[in-house]
């Protein structure tokens, strides 16, 4: 799948590849943001787990399924995926928050991870996932 962006946004899949081969879970409603949040993740060498477009499948995914990180869509559908982010952080999941209302619109609690505000370009959620590479090495020396 190719996107509309700008290749010379993203680094050669090659030298991506090796950076990490994470499988990161996607919970977005909205198909568009979902296929290009798809996009960038392979594009930086991160393996996508699955993509879920509701709350409920987000949460019956990482029930049964394996992921080393998250990018979340706050809202979905009118549901606010914070139930989702408690699960994630009872296993010591690091995730993402992707939003058009920014980090201040988070309560306190869920204010652990990086946010990256809507739109986004490909390198702003590069770093976010850089630094949850980051806080999962910091919670498995713990």
Not at 29 to 52: N, Q
Not at 68 to 84: H, Q, Y
Not at 99 to 112: H, I, K, N, W
Not at 121 to 126: C, I, K, T, V
């Amino acid at each position: 799948m190719e996107s509309s962006c700008n290749n010379s946004q993203f680094p050669n899949r090659a030298q991506a590849a090796g950076e990490s081969g994470r499988k990161v879970l996607i919970v977005e409603d909205e198909a568009l943001i979902a296929m290009y949040v798809e996009d960038v993740l392979s594009r930086y060498g991160y393996s996508v787990a699955g993509v879920a477009t509701s709350l409920d499948d987000a949460l019956a995914f990482v029930e049964s399924q394996s992921v080393d990180a998250a990018v979340l869509d706050i809202n979905l559908r009118g549901k606010l995926v914070f139930p989702l982010a408690d699960a994630l952080m009872r296993r010591g999941i690091p995730f993402i928050f992707t939003s058009s209302y920014g980090e201040r619109s988070l309560p306190a609690r869920y204010r652990v991870g990086p946010v990256v505000q809507k739109p986004f370009a490909p390198s702003e959620l590069q770093r976010a996932l850089a630094k949850t590479d980051q806080l999962k090495q910091r919670t498995q020396a713990i």
